[in-house]
T-cell receptor, first 115, second 117 residues
Framework: NAGVTQTPKFQVLKTGQSMTLQCAQDMNHEYMSWYRQDPGMGLRLIHYSVGAGITDQGEVPNGYNVSRSTTEDFPLRLLSAAPSQTSVYFC??????????????FGPGTRLTVL | AQTVTQSQPEMSVQEAETVTLSCTYDTSENNYYLFWYKQPPSRQMILVIRQEAYKQQNATENRFSVNFQKAAKSFSLKISDSQLGDTAMYFCAFMKLFSYNNNDMRFGAGTRLTVKP
């Protein structure tokens, strides 16, 4: 199992450009999420999905779009990049486990800089 | 809304000694999970330990243990026999039990721990 993979690892954009951060997992997990990590603020939830075809907003969704056409993939789209979106982005996945705790598995992160 | 507070931005400890990282949280929920994650310089998020709120017994994983005080809404992490490899950012996190979104974790701002030789 590769676990949760993210591409690219690093990206530099100019203000106004668009791009897609890729996330894939091979563990057949139902739940997937995108977080951003900023200095002094921990991780904050951007968007999440509870299954293929179902997505919803988290704490900080503005400026981002997501879709979930398959169980494996959960791309994050920046429509028009802004310097405020400079951050490290993490994708995570987990499964529903009624008898135990719900550990999230994180990808390695993407460091995005918007100039 | 749930909030998680880590009041120690940075801490240091000598190798082989014990250190305790603090975490408090605010919630009106009765059933939830609490987690400590470690983030070394590689940036990878690694689960250290987890605690179910309905369990009174404090969780333990080898050198890592927690002091969970539900009434006080406190969840501290104790690292015994600190090793150089424990140097990392540590995040405390909260998640509701049986949440619609299984991935809706709320994180604290983190504590940067340095283990000195």
């Amino acid at each position: 199992n590769a676990g949760v993979t993210q591409t690219p690892k690093f990206q530099v954009l100019k203000t106004g450009q668009s791009m897609t951060l890729q996330c894939a997992q091979d563990m057949n997990h139902e739940y997937m999420s995108w977080y951003r990590q900023d200095p002094g603020m921990g991780l904050r939830l951007i968007h999440y999905s509870v299954g293929a075809g179902i997505t919803d907003q988290g704490e900080v969704p503005n400026g981002y779009n997501v879709s979930r056409s398959t169980t494996e993939d959960f791309p994050l789209r920046l429509l028009s990049a802004a310097p405020s979106q400079t951050s490290v982005y993490f994708c995570a996945s987990s499964y529903s486990n009624p008898s135990g705790s719900n550990e999230q598995f994180f990808g390695p992160g993407t460091r995005l800089t918007v100039l | 809304a749930q909030t998680v507070t880590q009041s120690q931005p940075e801490m240091s400890v000598q190798e082989a000694e014990t250190v305790t990282l603090s975490c408090t949280y605010d919630t009106s929920e009765n059933n939830y999970y609490l987690f400590w994650y470690k983030q070394p310089p590689s940036r990878q998020m690694i689960l250290v330990i987890r605690q179910e709120a309905y369990k009174q017994q404090n969780a333990t994983e080898n050198r890592f243990s927690v002091n969970f005080q539900k009434a006080a809404k406190s969840f501290s992490l104790k690292i015994s026999d600190s090793q150089l490899g424990d140097t990392a950012m540590y995040f405390c996190a909260f998640m509701k039990l049986f949440s619609y979104n299984n991935n809706d974790m709320r994180f604290g701002a983190g504590t940067r721990l340095t283990v000195k030789p």
